[in-house]
């Protein structure tokens, strides 16, 4: 059967895949957004058309390296450039290969973008995951690493597929939404690994922004397939 791409965007939001534990976005560990972060998305200050243009940049760029997630703070996020913003010698000091400048979007011609991509269905998507209680997110998660619908749960609640690895897979150079739900899960391993009933492993993604797979597709199959 061919599938088109709103059939699966629409298939996110069946409840038969919560168990899989995607997606996990930053709201699902805290009620608000923390300050001194700015998200392009939540800025009213500016038009629809720039917000959708810093979001473009914001969300396909590559940010400094993060070296250790788990000592990451929101300081240390707030802190962090767009490595197109960063002067000259920055690159040689941290390291940083001097192709990252340009970001992820401005990599494909238009007709690219077009095949790749579906802005209605992915705001319909979004919207519509945006206003499922923190509950559901958070439900779906603690399923996904076999820690039950709450710790108190733990002993009556079924493991799905009680084989199933799971896999954490960070990027150094991504977004700051991405790096704080990923700080997350680790915080949440640690403090409850006595209770987590399925094998947990977290790799490093080295130079890798949100859209790895775009930008370096062979290294981020092969990376990922070593992990199987």
Known sequence: MHLTLDDILNCGLDPSIFPVGEPIPPIAFAPNRPKGIYWPSFDEGISDKERQRRFDVW???YYTPIEDISEVTLEILGERLAVQDLPEDAFRVLKIEEWTKVITLER????ELV??????SMSRFFV???K????VHKKSF???LGLGDSPADISRDPLIWPECKVVLVWCDMTLVD???ASSAVIKLLNEERSNVRRK???EKLPGANHFPHWDEPERVMAFLAGQI
């Open 200 to 202: 947990v492993e977290i």
């Open 108 to 111: 494909f011609i238009p007709d």
């Open 132 to 135: 499922l209680d923190n509950s």
């Open 115 to 120: 095949a790749l991509s579906s802005p209605e």
């Open 128 to 130: 519509t995951l945006g």
């Open 142 to 144: 603690r399923r996904a």
């Open 178 to 180: 991405c790096t704080i």
């Open 59 to 61: 969300i396909s760029s």
